[in-house]
């Protein structure tokens, strides 16, 4: 009867194409990141272009949304799918707030430890890129999907590092401009919640491999 039940219910299979979908999207918004902090001439053009990849990647949460809200079955707990989702959209989120900061404040000269963090989220969103398409089958990839949560949980760790060491340099060399350090502080503060919103997403997968192990 349970059976019969499940077959004639709502269900929706497209959540993993739309996790992939984010992910992709996270992708592309770090590697225009990237291009921000590489500063010069083009910083303007390339946050107005992470603006856009925002914006894209909003719709895509919110299909999620809308796929939990419809389907009767899901491929594991909806507050895992909404936590999973959710924290992507706000690594992508925390790397338009960059660019917005550069925008607002007319940085076009990046600290080098700026463009390391930067460096990371792209190590970052290409490791959620492989671990992803994983959680198809938790079972059989459960020892891979461990090993990229670690790799995430240490680039955050050495992003903290980056971080730290970025805002000391900074407070020395800005002694005489206190907005300089603000602004750039700020920007460190981005760079920083981008890596923390990549360990989330790691922490919520960890969390369901646990669950379905």
Avoid: W
Avoid at 92 to 120: H, S
């Amino acid at each position: 009867m349970f059976r019969f039940i499940r077959a004639i219910m709502p269900r929706s299979d497209n959540f993993f194409e739309l996790f992939e979908a984010q992910a992709k999207k996270a992708q592309e918004a770090a590697l225009t990141l990237r291009r921000i902090v590489d500063g010069g001439p083009g910083t303007a053009e390339n946050c107005a272009l992470l603006s856009r990849q925002e914006e894209e990647a909003d719709q895509i949460s919110y299909e999620v949304l809308q796929s939990i809200r419809r389907s009767f079955i899901t491929p594991f707990d909806r507050s895992d799918i909404k936590a999973l989702s959710t924290s992507l959209d706000d690594a992508i989120d925390q790397m338009n707030k960059t660019g917005k900061t550069a925008l607002l404040y007319d940085v076009t000269a990046f600290e080098p430890n700026m463009r390391a963090m930067a460096d990371g989220v792209i190590t970052l969103s290409n490791i959620v890129a492989e671990a992803l398409p994983l959680m198809r089958n938790i079972a059989t990839n459960s020892a891979r999907l461990h090993a990229l949560v670690g790799e995430i949980s240490r680039i955050e760790e050495q992003s903290d590092r980056l971080n730290d060491e970025g805002l000391q340099l900074l407070f020395r060399a800005k002694k005489e401009d206190a907005l300089g350090f603000i602004v750039g502080s700020q920007l460190y503060d981005h760079l920083e919640k981008v890596c923390d919103r990549f360990e989330d997403v790691a922490h919520v997968m960890g969390d369901i491999v646990i669950e379905h192990v």
